[in-house]
């Protein structure tokens, strides 16, 4: 069974920069996460889809970030303008849902400089 | 205070060893809960899930204690290939939220 897909895996954009990064969850899972890694520290939800509605965006930087999930399939999470304080892994995460375990994406390491 | 705490370590144990991590959680109305593994640079892996009469998986047991809210994961005989950061992850199950902690990192020395 394919995991969950993550592109690119590394990107290096100056500050005030706009990146995107595309995740492609495994098949049949509604659940999809956006998690933000930053070094020495636990990952930390940005947002939740369940299929293409969200559930929980309350820690989404949102005059800078948006992420969508236009089909329920495929998401993409936006920065713009990018500020160096954003230099993380950028993880992507799937779910049956039900209280089930997620399932992550290699992840996309950002460097903003 | 966080919704879920661990003590971040580093935890130095000889190989052989065993080691015992506890996590904490505020949000009482939690129903799920696991331990992932996450080696450097890598995306996290689901160890274990953690079940309300406890479980075990060859060297790793989890326990859950709902009353004082914490989830425990000990490792007997350490293994070199141990050396990681476990994280705790708690799901509300309501909204299938999965909230993580900070993570304790785990080394093994021969």
């Known amino acids: 069974e394919a995991g969950v897909a993550q592109s690119p895996r590394y990107k290096i954009i100056e500050k005030r920069q706009s990146v995107a990064f595309w995740c492609n969850p495994i098949s049949g899972h509604a659940t999809l996460y956006w998690y933000q890694q930053i070094l020495g520290q636990g990952p930390k939800l940005l947002i939740q889809f369940q299929n293409n509605g969200v559930v929980d965006d309350s820690q989404l930087p949102k005059d800078r970030f948006s992420a969508e999930r236009l089909k329920g399939v495929d998401s993409t999470l936006k920065i713009q303008p990018a500020k160096l304080e954003d230099s993380a892994v950028y993880l992507c995460?799937?779910?049956?849902?039900?209280?089930?375990?997620?399932?992550f994406g290699q992840g996309t390491r950002l460097t903003v400089v | 205070r966080k919704e879920v705490e661990q003590d971040p370590g580093p935890f130095n144990v000889p190989e052989g060893a065993t080691v015992a991590f506890n996590c904490t959680y505020s949000?009482?109305?939690?129903?799920?809960f696991f331990w992932y593994r996450q080696d450097c640079r890598k995306e996290p892996k689901l160890l274990m899930s953690?079940?309300?009469s406890g479980n075990e998986d060859g060297r790793f047991t989890a326990q859950l204690n709902r009353a004082s809210q914490y989830i425990s994961l000990l490792i007997r005989d350490s293994k070199l290939s141990d050396s990681a950061t476990y994280l705790c992850?708690?799901?509300?199950?309501?909204?299938?939220?999965?909230?993580f902690g900070g993570g304790t990192r785990l080394m093994v020395k021969p």
């Open positions: 992850v708690v799901n509300d199950n309501a909204g299938n939220m999965l909230t």
């Open positions: 995460a799937s779910s049956l849902g039900g209280g089930l375990e997620a399932f």
């Open positions: 953690v079940y309300s």
């Open positions: 949000n009482s109305a939690s129903q799920s």
